[in-house]
């Protein structure tokens, strides 16, 4: 069984060696490798209620969408990848390489956690944008908002903080989302 390198940073080719941890949500940042725990199921329902409003408006063989724990490599060197809560693929333009996805999105979503810093999320925007992320939702589910963020000039841009009504993804406008049915009952 392969293990973890005595350093405190890994190379891709090194996380690649390395074995699945059933259970386990691993991102890895310039490197270093960020055990998060499961999310709890406030957010787990979010995350499924959003997928299942997004799933039943799209076509599985032109859009794939993943809620499920997967790697998005960001870039390979120093080693970065996340694992966005949601993500919504134009399936043609996917590119999955040694078992990860190595495009963007044209749609994340990022529901927060209470124990999220600015300083996490300002990161992972700035990784998100670095790889062309052209609109990310960030859900909220202490304040019911929803933020969208554009991605402009190389940096993803506050559009607007929604509480209620429908959002509409700009690469999937006929696709609907209502806000208030985001939430857990």
Same mark, same amino acid.
Do not use: C
């Given at each position: 069984?392969?293990?973890?390198?005595?350093?405190?940073?890994?190379?891709?080719?090194?996380?690649?060696?390395?074995?699945?941890?059933?259970?386990?949500?691993?991102?890895?940042?310039?490197?270093?490798?960020?055990?998060?725990?499961?999310?709890?199921?406030?957010?787990?329902?979010?995350?499924?209620?959003?997928?299942?409003?997004?799933?039943?408006?799209?076509?599985?063989?032109?859009?794939?969408?993943?809620?499920?724990?997967?790697?998005?490599?960001?870039?390979?060197?120093?080693?970065?990848?996340?694992?966005?809560?949601?993500?919504?693929?134009?399936? =043609?333009?996917?590119? &999955?390489?040694? @078992?990860?996805?190595?495009?963007?999105?044209?749609?994340? *979503?990022? %529901?927060? /956690? #209470?124990?999220?810093?600015? =300083?996490?999320?300002? &990161?992972?925007? @700035?990784?998100?944008?670095?790889?062309?992320?052209?609109? *990310?939702? %960030?859900? /909220? #589910?202490?304040?019911?908002?929803?933020?969208?963020?554009?991605?402009? @000039?190389?940096?993803?841009?506050?559009?607007?903080?929604?509480?209620?009504?429908?959002?509409?993804?700009?690469?999937?406008?006929?696709?609907?989302?209502?806000?208030?049915?985001?939430?857990?009952?």
């Amino acid at each position: 069984m392969a293990s973890l390198p005595d350093r405190k940073t890994v190379t891709y080719e090194e996380w690649l060696r390395m074995p699945e941890v059933e259970d386990a949500v691993e991102e890895v940042v310039n490197g270093e490798i960020r055990i998060m725990p499961p999310a709890k199921l406030k957010h787990t329902r979010i995350v499924t209620k959003l997928y299942d409003a997004i799933r039943l408006q799209t076509d599985s063989r032109e859009v794939t969408v993943f809620s499920a724990v997967f790697g998005l490599i960001i870039r390979r060197s120093p080693l970065t990848s996340r694992v966005p809560d949601l993500a919504v693929f134009e399936t =043609r333009t996917m590119v &999955e390489r040694d @078992g990860y996805i190595h495009s963007a999105p044209q749609l994340v *979503v990022e %529901v927060l /956690s #209470p124990g999220n810093t600015r =300083r996490e999320r300002e &990161e992972k925007l @700035g990784d998100y944008a670095v790889i062309g992320v052209p609109e *990310v939702w %960030v859900v /909220s #589910p202490e304040g019911q908002t929803v933020e969208v963020l554009y991605l402009e @000039g190389g940096a993803l841009r506050s559009a607007q903080v929604v509480r209620e009504g429908a959002l509409t993804p700009r690469h999937f406008p006929n696709m609907r989302v209502e806000v208030t049915a985001i939430w857990p009952d």
